[in-house]
């Protein structure tokens, strides 16, 4: 399966930066999936847990409140929250 | 007339606890430095691409109809003053407060409202009576973002309201920890031309998103957000600043110290040899009294 990059990013650190196969993230009216070669969007976040899974099958998952935003765009997906909780880490690539 | 030993032995006893004091504080201001440095790069990627993304939105011809773009005939303009809550930090704060003065003086009177971050600042200007919008005082030396919030919500209300025209933030933008700019910054109006854009011109036009759930509500949170942040990061460069002032003062107190503990020293061996000749030749002196008598 196809990757695409992924950065997790809050006021107080880059949270996550790597590859992941695949993403679903708390979209303000539900959760929006993506995959590799999504369509460029750019969307507002509203209170929930975002989950990804990386090429090695290990789950990021974490909990994302405040104001937040999803931008995907070129195979390129950026995560901005004003705060974020990190449940659960995932593989080698966090930072 | 020697000095007194004892004089002498009191001060440099005085001086040596100074620089203990000012030893400690410059410790103390290294780990602080050290931290909110830490935050202050660990909080810039977030802001810049927010900004990026706002870039973008500025790019829009529908641009100029947020409110937050609105240009109006500056009657008020809001200065957004940066200080430390204590002193001891060098020039830190003076400096600050001498270029606000300069800021009030070059503009017209009571056109000017001024809102404090940090104890200094606020105390200064109180005294003497400055129109003052708002204080934040509870920064309590690391950056914070909820306070920063607040701060920034506080500005957006002033400017949508119509109470003031122009926001202009005033902090010290942090170089390296020797060097620190006072940065006057347009906050807002937004100014689009004053966003670093990475990709400016090429793709920029060509990307066209989907805006879930619209554009105008997306963009409705955008600003705010990327607002929430600036003044977080300028909060973070102003104490970042404010750290490395205060190590570098008191870096230079514990050096005048060892400075001032040196010739003292001197003096006081001087003394000490001067009063023990003194006495040697009040010994000789009795004992040759003694064999002529």
Redesign the interface.
Known sequence: MSVFHL?I??????EFDGEVESLVAP???GY?GVLANH??????LGKGNLSAREASGEEIQCRIEG?G?L?V?DNNA?V?A??IEILSAGGSSRL | MPESLKVLRRRLRSIRSTKQITRAMEMVSAAKLRRVQG?LL??R???R??ET?VGRLAEQEDAASSPYFARRDVKRTTLVLYTADRGLCGSYNANMIRQTEAFLRGSAEEKVELVCIGRRGHDYFRRRKERIANAFTDFGGKPD?EES?RVAEFLCERFLSGATDEVVLFYSAFVSTVVTKPTFQKFLPFDPASLSRTDKGKDAAE???????SRE??YE??I??YL??KI?ISVAEALTSEHSSRMLAMNSASKNCDELVDSLTLRLNKARQGTITGDLLDIVGGAEALQQG
């Open positions: 950065q990013v809050s006021p107080q650190r880059v979209g303000e009216e929006v369509a460029p969007l750019l969307t507002t104001a935003f931008e765009y950026v901005l004003e705060r | 935050m660990s909080a990627p977030y802001v691409h927010l993304l973002l919030v990307r066209f998103y989907l805006y879930e759930p509500r997306v949170r955008l705010p957000a929430h942040s977080h």
